[in-house]
């Protein structure tokens, strides 16, 4: 959740790197980014439902693969 009052970060002797960093570390912390992504435009339920299902099938694919035996190379005998 974004704070209202907005994130604050004091530079301290003149380091605006130091101060950079830490800014990057409290809009990262906070989700920042990612609810200003989601806010960018409207998705219905249904299609979040959705989505979220088809992700599902894919790390279960992936998981799935992972767990085979791997295949023998077959060279000329």
């Known amino acids: 959740m974004i704070n209202p009052k907005g994130t604050k970060v004091y530079v301290k002797d003149g380091n605006v790197e130091k ?3 830490k800014l990057k570390k409290k809009v990262q912390r906070g989700n920042v980014l990612q609810e200003v992504k989601e806010r960018q435009n409207y998705v219905q339920p249904s299609q979040k439902r959705k989505t979220a ?4 099938k894919r790390r279960w694919a992936k998981h799935v693969r ?3 035996l791997p295949v023998k190379p077959r060279g000329k005998w």
């Open 19 to 21: 101060a950079l960093r």
């Open 53 to 56: 299902k088809e992700a599902a």
């Open 66 to 68: 992972s767990q085979e």
